[in-house]
Nanobody
């Protein structure tokens, strides 16, 4: 079992920056691809970013490409989402998730929610205009 806990959410002004963290316990993350998803009020949860188990491959939703950066520190068992120049439309609850790499093979990351086995509880991000 992997337990994931997100932190770093809050209120940020548009054009500012915010870094989300996802700390894992129970197992080391180096066997898992990781992803960030978000859910805005009244909308379905959507993919934001993903990273392969060693960090060599990353993938982003078009809506955040060039503004958000996903990274990981396997020694700290933590994944990050750096949010630069956020927009009001980025307001949502942000979730991190872990997918067993062996199950994804030959893929090394995924944007599909059903590929992910473990989820955090989420952290609220609110972007003011």
């Amino acid at each position: 079992q992997v337990q994931l806990v997100e932190s770093g959410g809050g209120l940020v002004h548009g054009g500012g920056s915010l870094r989300l963290s996802c700390a894992a316990s129970g197992r080391t993350l180096n066997s898992y691809a990781m992803g960030w998803f978000r859910q805005a009020p009244g909308k379905e949860r959507e993919f934001v970013a993903a990273i392969s188990r060693r960090g060599g491959n990353t993938y982003y939703a078009d809506s955040v490409k060039g503004r958000f950066t996903i990274s990981r520190d396997n020694a700290k068992n933590t994944v990050y989402l750096q949010m630069n120049s956020p927009k009001p439309e980025d307001t949502a609850v942000y979730y991190c998730a872990a997918a067993e790499t062996a199950a994804l093979f030959p893929r090394t990351w995924s944007s599909r929610q059903y590929d992910y086995d473990y989820w955090g509880q989420g952290t609220q991000v609110t972007v003011s205009s």
